[in-house]
């Protein structure tokens, strides 16, 4: 009677020590990257290794994925981590520049710069879930991501609302940080992302079955 309560118990434990093994690397190759050059190649090797275990992926091998994703997504995913942060750094002086304005074209520059800084939350929000699963050329993984979630409103919004409560809760107790700070993120993304992916998947194949 207690033998499957018991290995419950331990498969649940087993899966902690996953995710908070991987959140540790995460953190440690983001900084060995001195943090401007480790945030995408070792975010981009957070993800690779979240979507397999999405795929039934289970029992890959956690270091060597991680490192080997790392060094051969460096270079890269740094060349896109330097576009979304020019293109940041031009929202931002943008920004402070409107504030200067008066009067009507104030109120629409800020319009156009509210539309334009979704149009660049939403692609990075899907950024690394899109990379990781699909081979595309430079510019169409900026395009699939921001259409995947455009496309798909309802469902960005509730990630958004997880995200936020996953924000809120390592928040609450920051002790959590250190374990599950990127990989519970990861993991909401990652999930929804895989259903939409699945759902494309399954349209396009009706679509080639009537046509």
């Known amino acids: 009677m207690t033998t499957k309560p018991m290995g419950k118990l331990y498969t649940i434990c087993e899966w902690i020590m996953k995710l908070a093994s991987v959140n540790l690397l995460w953190i440690?190759?983001?900084?060995?990257?001195?943090?401007?050059?480790?945030?995408?190649p070792a975010t981009v090797a957070l993800f690779t290794i979240v979507r397999k275990w999405f795929r039934k992926e289970t029992e890959v091998p956690i270091w060597k994925t991680y490192l080997s994703v790392y060094k051969s997504e460096f270079i890269k995913s740094n060349t896109f981590g330097f576009v979304f942060i020019v293109a940041g750094i031009i929202l931002y002086v943008d920004y402070y520049?409107?504030?200067?304005?008066?009067?009507?074209?104030?109120?629409?520059?800020?319009s156009i710069l509210l539309l334009i800084t979704c149009i660049y939350a939403i692609t990075l929000l899907f950024f690394f879930p899109v990379y990781v699963h699909y081979q595309l050329r430079f510019i169409d993984y900026f395009k699939y991501s921001f259409f995947?979630?455009?496309?798909?409103?309802?469902?960005?919004?509730?990630?958004?609302?997880?995200?936020?409560?996953?924000?809120?809760?390592?928040?609450?107790?920051?002790?959590?940080?250190?374990?599950?700070?990127?990989?519970?993120?990861?993991?909401?993304?990652?999930?929804?992302?895989?259903?939409?992916?699945?759902?494309?998947?399954?349209?396009?194949?009706?679509?080639?079955?009537?046509?």
């Open 97 to 110: 520049l409107i504030l200067n304005l008066g009067g009507f074209i104030r109120i629409v520059s800020i």
């Open 28 to 40: 440690m190759f983001t900084a060995s990257g001195l943090f401007l050059f480790g945030f995408m």
């Open 148 to 211: 995947l979630g455009i496309l798909n409103i309802h469902i960005t919004l509730l990630i958004i609302l997880g995200l936020a409560a996953d924000i809120f809760l390592l928040l609450y107790i920051p002790g959590l940080l250190p374990f599950f700070s990127g990989i519970s993120a990861a993991c909401i993304l990652m999930s929804s992302s895989i259903l939409l992916f699945q759902r494309l998947q399954k349209q396009n194949m009706n679509k080639a079955i009537t046509e």
